[in-house]
């Protein structure tokens, strides 16, 4: 179904339900955006966002608390007539029995924060996006490397999982093993997760399931990760034209967004572990505007110009 349930916003942000008697779990948000209806609650309602989640924060609750009783009553039925996601007061602010019974029988949540209205809203937008970003499950291993999130991608038995344990024993962390759940949060930006079955698992050929985090520990884990480069694994072939520099960079795709990606071929004796946190490290580096293989490429011409102008003394 499309969106997100309202009940999975109320457990993740731990809000207050004042009409629990509503199916938060058929109850839907399929907008990040949000909205404050303080224009609705004076009885204009053309352009109304109904399908955004309403708050309700300071000038909304003090404006209805300087209406008389008949008139909040007509504006709480024509407000809520519309078919809203949910309601939610900010502030610790407690809304009035006559709004939570116009509220439950139109089958709107209502929900309440202590938060002040622009950090909740903030928040909640951001919970929003990641619920509702475009995603995809890929077949991998996501492991966060000096804070840079590496995806390691091959085929099957390649070594992925021996490659991201050895990370792990290294001090990495462990974000996910075989599947990786990938959400595009916005244009520059993917993030990496863990189906819930397979949470903390790595899968070892031959030995079976391992608890990362139980063997090394709750630092050894986390939950998600931006995905910041990709090393696909494969089989070294002596035939294959590999970059030795790195002076030009290659792209990878996913959900439209390219991420920076290495063909790292395997051969026996290479220490997978160790050439993967060099990425990272080189990764980060060139993030920070330093690139090793510019310098020696530059380092290689300068001592080139510097042999020709010799010759050319030489030869007058």
Known sequence: MKGVSVGKIVERMKLKVFNPEVNLKKKRITLSDVNRPALQLTGYFEHFEKNRVQIIGTVEYTYLQHLEQEKKHRIYGEFLSFDIPCVIFCREFQPEADFVKQATEQGIPVLGSED??????????????????????????????????????????????????????????????????????????????????????????????????????????????????????????????????????????????????????????????VICETAAVNHRQKKMGYNAAQELYERVQANMRRHQDADEDEEE
């Open 116 to 273: 002040a209205t622009s950090t909740f809203m903030a928040e909640l937008i951001y919970n929003l996006n990641e619920e509702l970003a475009p995603c995809i499950s890929i077949h991998g291993v996501l492991v966060d490397v000096y804070g840079e999130g590496l995806l390691i991608m091959g085929e099957s038995g390649i070594g992925k999982s021996e490659a991201a344990l050895e990370l792990v024993r290294r001090g990495h962390r462990l974000v996910t093993d075989d599947v990786v759940v990938i959400r595009k949060i916005n244009e520059h930006t993917l993030v990496g997760s863990s189906p819930d079955v397979t949470r903390h698992f790595i899968e070892l050929r031959g030995v079976g399931i391992v608890n990362v985090k139980s063997l090394f520990g709750v630092e050894c884990v986390r939950e998600k990760q931006n995905i910041d480069l990709v090393i696909k694994l494969e089989d070294w072939r002596k035939d294959n034209d590999y970059d030795r520099m790195g002076l030009e960079e290659e792209y990878t795709e996913f959900l439209g967004n390219k991420v920076v990606c290495h063909s790292l071929p395997i051969r026996p004796g290479r220490n997978l572990a």
